[in-house]
């Protein structure tokens, strides 16, 4: 069974601190992982995936994660937080194949909030 | 290039009644994926379609929850008959393929009273 935890439903940051959206995944397999941004009143987004290429994936908006299989974890950061940052971040697992087996688990989000 | 459509935007219904949502993915876009967004949770994938298969629908409640996907383009999802805890957003997304990056439409915000 796959299963994605995103260990903060609330981060505040100061504008031009750094940012750190934890996510910790479990699957069986050699997932895909994935962040989204919902911005209030927008669809989702894609920030950045990880395939099994590079662990240290770049995003838009100057995010990046870094996949780290002994830690199970897909950490996001972003090294300078902007007002416009302020949104709430989903960590996705995607296991790989076109089967039944191939299920898309959502995080239950982070709301990030940034501090003037 | 156009998004992915969704409509109606926003529906209030009461118990016990039908309702549908329509989803136009965008052209060519041969996986089309619908989630149910409960306020304070993360999307939950109901049904994912490939072309006008259907993939995966291991999370839809098929007792009340149904969805088609005619001729591999639009799709609708229908609730019959809806219940309190029904009310939520329902999102659409399409990729190109399973495996490619999915774009969400706006989604659907179902009040069930």
């Known amino acids: 069974a796959q299963s994605v935890t995103q260990l903060d439903s609330h981060v505040s940051v100061s504008e031009g601190t750094p940012v750190l959206l934890r996510c910790n995944y479990s699957s069986s397999y050699s997932p895909s992982l994935f962040w989204y941004v919902q911005h209030p009143n927008k669809g989702l987004q894609l920030l950045l995936k990880y395939t099994s290429a590079a662990t240290l994936v770049k995003g838009i908006n100057g995010f990046e994660a870094e996949f780290k299989k002994s830690e199970t974890s897909f950490h996001l950061t972003k090294p300078s937080a902007h007002m416009s940052d302020a949104a709430e971040y989903f960590c996705v697992v995607r296991n790989p194949g076109y089967s039944s087996a191939s299920k898309i688990i959502f995080g239950s989000g982070t709301r990030l909030s940034i501090r003037p | 290039e156009a998004g992915v459509a969704q409509s109606p935007r926003y529906k209030i219904i009461e118990k016990r009644q039908s309702v549908a949502f329509w989803c136009n993915p965008i052209s060519g876009h041969a996986t089309l994926y619908w989630y149910q967004q409960i306020l304070g949770q993360g999307p939950k994938l109901l049904i994912q379609f490939q072309n006008n298969g259907v993939v995966d629908d291991s999370q839809l409640p098929k007792d009340r929850f149904s969805a088609e996907r005619l001729k591999g383009v639009d799709s609708t999802l229908k609730i019959q008959p809806a219940k309190l805890e029904d009310s939520a957003v329902y999102l659409c997304?399409?990729?190109?393929?399973?495996?490619?990056?999915?774009?969400f439409g706006p989604g659907t915000r179902l009040t069930v009273l």
């Open positions: 997304a399409s990729s190109l393929d399973y495996t490619g990056e999915q774009f």
